[in-house]
Each structure stands twice: as C-alpha cells, then as structure tokens.
C-alpha cells in the first residue's frame, strides 16, 4: 500500500507520525513538497517517506491519498488534479462536505471524512469516519480508535467537538501560569497540571459507563473546594458558554 498526503502540516505530520510509529504495512508515504520544513523534517525522521514534486505526482503514484490541507486551499485545488478510480480518498478538511467533495473528485473513488487530532502521533485518541468504511476503519484503529459515523449530519457534531482542542489547552495554560506565579517553577507547574488531568481523563474513562454527572457530584466534598469552584464557575457561566460555543462552530460547519 502507498500512501500520499496532500498538504504536509500539523494534522498530516502527526498522522504521518503514528503511521510510522505503528505496525501498519505499507510501502511508502508519499508527501506534498508544502510545508517544506515540515516535510523536510518527516522525511529526515521516517526512511519510507518521500517528498513529491507536486500534488499530482502524489495522486499518481499513490492508492490512499489524505486531504490535509485548509477548505479554502482545497475548494482551489481539489478540482483541478486528476484522482484515480480505485483510490481511497481520506478528507481531514474540516469544512467540505461529502458531496461537494465528490463533485471536486469527479472520478468514482472512495471518499471518507476523517477526523483524527493531534495525539494521533502517540496512536492516541478517538478518530471519527463518515461514511463507515471496514478498510479505513482497520488503518485508523491501528493509530486510534475508530468511530464508524453513517450520517454525515451527525458527523458534524463530532467535527464542532474537535474545535474545542486549542480552548481546553488553554484552559491547562491558564492554571500552570497561575501556579507559577505563586512561585512553583514553570517546567513543574507544567508537569504538575498536565500529569493532574491525565489522571482525571484517564478516570473518566475508565468510568465512562456512567453518566459524567456522577463524577461531577463525587469529586465534591460537601462545602469543599470542588464545589465552591463549580459553583463560583456556574455563577460566571462558564459552562453555558461551553455550549453556547460549540452550537456556534456547529453553525459554522453546517451550511
Ligand atoms: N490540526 C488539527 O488538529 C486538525 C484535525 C482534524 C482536521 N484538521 C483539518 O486538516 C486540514 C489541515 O489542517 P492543519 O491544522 O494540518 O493545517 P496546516 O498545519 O496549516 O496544514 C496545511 C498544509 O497545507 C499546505 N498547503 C498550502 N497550500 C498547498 C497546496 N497548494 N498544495 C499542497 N499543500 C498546500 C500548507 O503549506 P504551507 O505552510 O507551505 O502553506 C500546510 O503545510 C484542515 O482542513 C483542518 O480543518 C486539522
């Protein structure tokens, strides 16, 4: 199996890592010349991938192609390479639906929106496909845990989800910056909140049979400081916020 990336960048890299990190067989990943740091370092780190001239040679020499680059770079070029019948194509574009891909495509290839995250480079994390496909559905369980999703409507609420990534960091930033301002050093402030809520993802996990509600109501001592923060957090709508936000990506994602 040959493997091509259109579009070489945050998502492609991490992707192109948990390929190699993992005992998927294939022959070659081929990649877009763009970003040429970024492909420059894949090819240093990875001997089986190669940097193409352009995104055609990908298409050409490839059976799996992955979008990976932005809807408004993909609305520029998609329609202008020439795909192949029997190739399997993987969209990560966020905002270009199933149809309008098709319609780009022109060529009666296999199409699948996938939405894999960063942690994928660690074989890590949740990868949503739409449509259900068993072949793509087996490549991304190597490097994740696929998630099977027939409607694409449905899918959507899964893509609005993956907009809060960069606020849940920020969320972690925010409490390490102020633990080092009391005077923990930085590096351990770091440590110390990203090892705390791993710890607590990890426990929701484990848990996650149960309604979330349970480990909202357990993690409070009566009067405590968990239910004075929740509470302090609530009265400053927080949490409303939270919602009001992803129906607004959702909006945006569903034209
Ligand atoms: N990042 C995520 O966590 C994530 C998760 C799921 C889905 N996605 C989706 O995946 C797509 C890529 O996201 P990203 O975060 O990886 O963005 P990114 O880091 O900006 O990567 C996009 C890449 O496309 C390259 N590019 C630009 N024009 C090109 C062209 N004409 N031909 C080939 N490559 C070209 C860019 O190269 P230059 O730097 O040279 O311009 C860049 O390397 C988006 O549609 C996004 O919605 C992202």
Not at 143 to 162: A, C, P, V, Y
Request: glycine share 4%.
């Amino acid at each position: 199996m040959k493997l091509g990336f259109i579009g070489t960048g945050k998502i492609a890299s991490s992707v192109i890592t948990g390929i190699c990190n993992s005992d998927l067989k294939f022959k070659k990943i081929i990649i877009s010349p763009r970003n040429r740091l970024i492909a420059k370092n894949l090819k240093k780190k990875f001997k089986k991938v190669i940097i193409a001239k352009n995104n055609q040679e990908i298409l050409d020499k490839t059976n799996w192609v992955f979008l990976s680059i932005t809807p408004k770079v993909g609305e520029k070029i998609i329609k202008n390479l020439r795909f192949k019948t029997h190739q399997t194509v993987v969209s990560f574009i966020s905002s270009i639906n199933l149809s309008r891909l098709k319609k780009m495509i022109q060529v009666k290839s296999t199409i699948v929106r996938a939405i894999p995250l960063p942690p994928i480079s660690l074989k890590k994390g949740p990868v949503p496909i739409c449509p259900p496909n068993k072949k793509v559905k087996a490549f991304f369980d190597k490097i994740g845990s696929t998630i099977e999703i027939k409607d694409e409507k449905l899918s959507i609420n899964f893509w609005s989800i993956s907009g809060m990534m960069a606020s849940y960091y920020e969320i972690l930033r925010v409490m390490a910056s102020w633990l080092s301002k009391r005077g923990v050093k930085k590096k351990e402030a770091r440590k110390y909140i990203s090892s705390l809520f791993l710890a607590l993802s990890e426990d929701a996990v484990v848990n996650s049979k149960k309604d979330l509600k349970f480990l909202v109501k357990e993690s409070q001592t009566p009067k405590g400081l968990n239910q004075q923060g929740l509470k302090e957090m609530s009265k400053k709508r927080t949490f409303k916020s939270i919602t009001e936000t992803l129906n607004i990506i959702h909006k945006r994602l569903y034209k």
